[in-house]
């Protein structure tokens, strides 16, 4: 009954178990946090520290990321790269297992955005709050203003941007300043472009969360607000399927509510990869000609504790950990 239940549901997707088995079903582990990008590795030891104790994986994902967001070595928080105008503005959302939701966007000099947005979640009648309001919420919530200065990095690249001020996304130039291995073109100053942070995680008691926390799209028109905080495009959780969050072009994440998609249809049956690559082959089929200029990729995981990945490009990676010595870095596999 339930073999039959689940090709019906895979039969209304377009697909058949037959063309699932080119997936690699990952294999299961419980508690699991899973992370973007290879800042993920040391996001990940924090989360992990929670999962081990036995913690909430709300809890994990909150702690995981706050170490990127404090990170003045990645171009996540308050270090990472401003707006057109020189500012740094942040975007961040959380969601647990209960359909709990908070986020805040465009918000500024606040060191750690994914906190706010838990408050906002914990404390408001509400799921977001933006710009000078989220600002003046974190501040009665005693969270600090920090000096609206930029990083010596940004500073840097800032100056650099200046001289052309081209808004020119560089595909891949997601994280780590310093680690541009994967980087398809040589990087110039000033080219720096998307910086996020996005984990999910399952813990002992089998529940779900996830967070997403970016200082978005390097040199971005002051106001824009991306994916990350937006439940549903950069970040989606239901607990009785699984948890997805996404990096790259946010607006193109926007579109299709690409974290939902991708939560809807491991709901559907589908794998976290194979959910994942679905959901990148939608972008790409809308995109046509112009996918390839961008980049995408979902990580996600189910109930059962396998974790997947997708990408448009070649280039993107997560890292994986359920283990003290078990923390890797993983190169998804991409469409194009
Ligand atoms: C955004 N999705 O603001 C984010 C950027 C990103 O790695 O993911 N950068 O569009």
Not at 18 to 42: C, N, R, Y
Not at 121 to 127: D, G, L, N, S
Not at 131 to 146: K, Y
């Amino acid at each position: 009954m339930l073999a039959r239940r689940r090709f019906l549901q895979l039969g209304s997707l377009g697909l058949s178990a037959f063309s699932l088995k080119s997936f690699a079903q990952s294999p299961m582990h419980k508690p699991i946090v899973i992370s973007t990008w290879d800042a993920g590795i040391e996001a990940n030891k924090a989360a992990w520290k929670v999962l081990r104790a036995g913690g909430r994986a709300l809890d994990a994902v909150e702690q995981g990321v706050m170490v990127t967001e404090a990170s003045q070595s990645c171009c996540v928080g308050l270090g990472a790269n401003p707006d057109r105008d020189g500012h740094v503005t942040l975007d961040a959302s959380i969601m647990d297992e209960h359909f709990n939701c908070g986020s805040v966007a465009f918000l500024e000099r606040i060191k750690h955005p994914i906190s706010v947005a838990r408050r906002v979640m914990e404390k408001t009648p509400h799921v977001m709050l933006v710009g000078a309001g989220a600002q003046q919420f974190a501040l009665e919530q005693g969270f600090q203003l920090e000096p609206a200065v930029l990083s010596k990095d940004a500073e840097k690249a800032y100056r650099n941007w200046l001289k052309k001020s081209e808004y020119k996304p560089v595909i891949n130039i997601e994280n780590s300043r310093k680690q541009t291995a994967f980087v398809p073109n040589k990087l110039e100053n000033g080219e720096w472009n998307h910086d996020t942070i996005g984990m999910v995680a399952l813990d002992n008691a089998g529940n779900v969360s996830g967070s997403c926390t970016t200082s978005g799209m390097g040199f971005k028109m002051r106001g824009r607000v991306g994916d990350s905080p937006i439940i549903g495009a950069g970040l989606f959780v239901d607990n009785e399927a699984g948890a997805a969050v996404a990096t790259g072009q946010g607006e193109d994440v926007i579109r299709v509510a690409g974290a939902h998609l991708v939560v809807e249809l491991m709901r559907q049956g589908l794998s976290p990869e194979a959910a994942c690559k679905k959901a990148i082959e939608r972008i790409v089929k809308i995109k046509g000609n112009k996918a390839k200029d961008i980049q995408v990729a979902f990580i996600a995981i189910n109930k059962r504790g396998e974790h997947g990945a997708y990408a448009i490009q070649k280039g993107f990676n997560y890292a994986v950990c359920y283990g003290d010595a078990a923390n890797n870095l993983l190169d998804s596999k991409f469409l194009i």
